[in-house]
């Protein structure tokens, strides 16, 4: 069976959100895709090509769902909504991997800070919508990326349910 560069990718991200950034190696990949080195390496130059590649493919992607999470309404309320049960149902494994990875690589950890300096902009256009800009609305997308962040870092986990009911009751929405 022939693989594309996108299977290649699709499982590197399986992987990483399985079993962390120390599981995924070469060895792993063509285990689980059932293929050779050769068809690896005509893929990706190296291992190194491998995880640059993988890293742009997550970054691209983690920037493209905030635009898909609120693209079903234009009423920055029900926008914020959308985002809220995002954090509700979203699995974090992905994004606690990539969090993990950041800590001891470079690539990783400039890909994790451009997905939240683009999730923070969007986060702040949006809230800036529903509050106003200023610190009202700087506050909220803050507060919004925090429960991000906390909900995948914390642990034990948090009570996610709860976040987003202090949150709506505090913003009244």
Known sequence: MKRTREDWLKEGVRILAEMGPVALTIDL???RLRMTKGSFYYHFRSYEGYVRALLTHIEQ?????MGQ????SDDPRQQIEA???WLLNHNPALEA????WSHIDDHASAT???????R???????????????????GMANLLLAMLIARQQASPPLAV??????FRSAYEL
């Open 69 to 72: 999470v609120t693209g079903e």
């Open 112 to 118: 994790q800070n451009h997905i939240d300096r683009e």
């Open 29 to 31: 990949l063509l285990q």
């Open 83 to 85: 985002v809220l049960g």
């Open 61 to 65: 992607h983690e920037i493209a769902l």
């Open 161 to 166: 349910q709860s976040m987003v009911e202090a």
């Open 120 to 138: 923070l902009f969007d986060l702040t256009t949006l809230c800036g919508q529903y509050l106003g800009d200023g610190p009202a609305g700087q």
């Open 97 to 100: 991997a990539l969090r993990t």
